[in-house]
């Protein structure tokens, strides 16, 4: 464990598993005027029971759901899948909100969850 702000972290892997006949299109993913997400929740929790997860970790945080759409969105783009507006600016704003800044030559795709892309 880590010690970080004075609050004891875990750190753990999760094996996200996408069912073959879900798109990332499927999740029908939207952001209201205030920057929050609207999701096809039917979508979330056919993932969460593919992947061994329990539905209300994801919905607990937005933290949860932010970092199941962002590491979906990840392979979705790796795989040559199309940009999702909603997906970029909500990512974007989380970047940004971090301090990272996407370039021309740095695409999401080549971004880790937890870090500024180096995937060293």
């Not at 010690?3 to 892997?13: I, Y």
């Not at 199309?82 to 800044?101: C, F, H, K, M, Q």
Request: aromatic fraction near 6%; proline fraction near 3%.
């Amino acid at each position: 464990m880590d010690e970080l702000g004075g609050k004891s972290q875990s750190t753990f892997a999760i094996k996200l598993v996408i069912p073959d006949d879900l798109k990332f299109s499927d999740l029908r993913l939207t952001r209201d005027a205030a920057g929050g997400v609207r999701v096809d929740w039917v979508v979330i929790a056919r993932i969460c029971e593919a992947s061994g997860l329990p539905l209300e970790w994801i919905a607990e945080t937005s933290e949860n759901l932010g970092a199941l759409i962002f590491l979906w969105y990840r392979q979705h783009r790796k795989g040559g899948g199309a940009p999702n507006p909603a997906a970029e600016a909500s990512i974007a704003a989380a970047l940004a909100a971090t301090g990272v800044e996407l370039t021309d030559d740095r695409d999401i795709a080549d971004l880790s969850l937890g870090n500024d892309g180096d995937e060293s």
